[in-house]
């Protein structure tokens, strides 16, 4: 059963900055792409960023600039550095790993930014 486990969540103030990690409990980790999604409170789960399997990136607009996505193949995991975080950030993120039909979803870290 292939598992994702998110971490690195918590409360920051507006400007301060964060790390999330992914880690997948599976080798087919390095042949899927992988993406951080995030959902607010009371809304719809969006795309935040993705990378393929050979490191190409994909960034929602309103991230741009702020958020990094990589991976780490060795290690079966995927990373969001946050910064210059603002309160709208806001949401519990997930972590989705996909590759062909299979589709899995972590439980969701969640992050607080203080105004």
């Known amino acids: 059963q292939v598992q994702l486990v998110e971490s690195g969540g918590g409360l920051v103030q507006t400007g301060g900055s964060l790390r999330l990690s992914c880690a997948a409990s599976?080798?087919?980790?390095?042949?899927?792409?992988m993406g951080w999604y995030r959902q607010a409170p009371g809304k719809q789960r969006d795309l935040v960023a993705d990378?393929?399997?050979?490191?190409?990136?994909n960034y929602a607009d309103s991230v741009k600039d702020r958020f990094t996505i990589s991976r780490d193949n060795a290690k079966n995991a995927v990373y969001l550095q946050m910064n210059s975080l603002k309160p709208e950030d806001t949401a519990v993120y997930y972590c989705?790993?996909?590759?062909?039909?299979?589709?899995?979803w972590g439980q969701g870290t969640p992050v607080t930014v203080s105004s």
């Open positions: 599976t080798s087919i980790f390095r042949v899927a792409a």
């Open positions: 989705r790993l996909y590759w062909g039909a299979l589709e899995v």
């Open positions: 990378i393929t399997r050979g490191g190409i990136t």
